[in-house]
């Protein structure tokens, strides 16, 4: 508890390096751990040349991510032909009457550039991208316990409602494996600590697709 990060993971070649295969997509989803968004700050970073990141289109209000270059905002009637037309997006979702989602365009430009793409989403995002029947490695990253996000969320919250609701979410999240059991090939997070959890989350970008697998910590 506490760790901190002070070197960053072996940079491991993902496929399409080296001769192995194609570049490929990975689908990232978890919202509630913090292991995930220090993970992809080290990607982003330290290892652009070997993984990208499309942008985001969202039918938020420009002031839903002001300053935020990786978003795009897209009309809501455009987002929604989008979705009805079944090609053009590798995976949304839909939160509080916003649309975000990522374009099968934008995903081809990062991989024909010779770079691993990883989407960001959450687990209905993954879902969705199943269904469109998006070739991918499907990463699931959940928090290292739900005693500790609850404490993390009391500081963030401003309504014992807004709490439950996280909460409710984030048990519906980590239900998902055991729900919608293909849906994901690798687990990250459940025992470990962020430092350790995020760097299983750079390997798992880093490296080439292997089988399904569940990554805990010690108790898990």
Do not use: N
């Amino acid at each position: 508890e506490g760790a901190s990060w002070t070197r960053p993971p072996p940079p491991l070649a993902p496929a399409g390096m080296h001769g192995m295969g194609p570049p490929r997509t990975i689908i990232l989803a978890g919202r509630f751990a913090s292991a995930r968004q220090k993970a992809v700050s080290m990607l982003k970073a330290d290892y652009a040349h070997l993984v990208g990141f499309p942008p985001t289109l969202s039918t938020g209000g420009a002031d839903s991510a002001p300053g935020d270059a990786d978003v795009t905002y897209v009309d809501p009637a455009d987002m929604e032909a989008m979705i009805e037309a079944g090609d053009q997006l590798v995976a949304y979702t839909r939160a509080g009457g916003t649309v975000t989602a990522a374009a099968r365009a934008d995903v081809d430009a990062v991989l024909h550039s010779g770079r691993a793409c990883v989407v960001e989403t959450d687990v209905a995002g993954a879902e969705a991208a199943k269904g469109l029947g998006v070739r991918a490695t499907y990463v699931l990253v959940l928090p290292e316990s739900m005693e500790g996000l609850e404490e993390a969320l009391k500081e963030t919250v401003e309504s014992e409602s807004e709490l439950h609701a996280l909460l409710a979410a984030a048990a519906l999240e980590a239900d998902a494996p055991d729900r919608v059991p293909d849906l994901f090939d690798k687990v990250i997070g459940p025992g470990m600590g962020e430092a350790e959890a995020a760097e299983a989350i750079c390997a798992a970008a880093l490296s080439p697709a292997q089988p399904a697998v569940v990554i805990c910590g010690p108790s898990g």
